[in-house]
């Protein structure tokens, strides 16, 4: 028969048995204490199952890209399943574990993974501000056309004049928009505002991503 196996805990991928050579040496070099080596041990557990609960957030790409252990990644999508806060809560315990048995080089790699998502969306969502910004400057200044046609001498010069003249064109008057105001509706918006955007968009770079401003809910189905 045979016997229960010794309790102890992993240290990059390593199960580490308690009151073993490696446990001793280990709790030598933390700190020099025993009590020092487990707060030490329980920190860096903490981080990994913190890193594995991180992991539900990543891109399908990037996550792939890992190359995660089968167990792991079943674990992952379980943990992404489950609603139930208690049940969600043992399956990220389960996780940490799993993520005890990563190799260092492997939990770099998601570090890395998160820190591009990361940079990648705030990237994103300063070009779009920059595009609004642009399009709505067209709109109301003259004078910006100059400028946008200077930096971006390859733009449809035609279309851009286009839609900011129908864009200008939509726009409420004065009137209605203080109406609009006072009724609490949103003013709306055209074609030829979100056409505007999507070129100024494209322009700027970010031609996969040029729908990606939110609709207005008033706006008109033309």
Partial sequence: MSRKPKKGYYVRGQFVAEGSELDVELKAELKGTPDASRTDLKRESDALQDLGKELLTLRADLL?????????????QEARRITNF???RRQMQFVGKLMRKLDEATVEAARAALDVQHSGSAQEK????????????LIAEDA??????????????????????????????????KIAESTGAAPRKGRAYRELFALVRTQLGGADHAGDEAPDEDEPND
Avoid: F
């Fill in 64 to 76: 792939a890209g890992l190359q995660l252990p089968d167990k792991l990644q079943d674990a992952l």
């Fill in 86 to 88: 208690e049940g969600k």
């Fill in 126 to 137: 300063m070009a779009l501000h920059q595009a609004e910004q642009w399009r709505d400057r």
């Fill in 144 to 177: 910006a056309q100059a400028e946008w046609i200077a930096q971006h001498p390859d733009t449809d010069i035609r279309q851009l004049r286009a839609l900011i003249r129908q864009a200008r064109k939509d726009a409420q008057s004065a009137h209605d928009a």
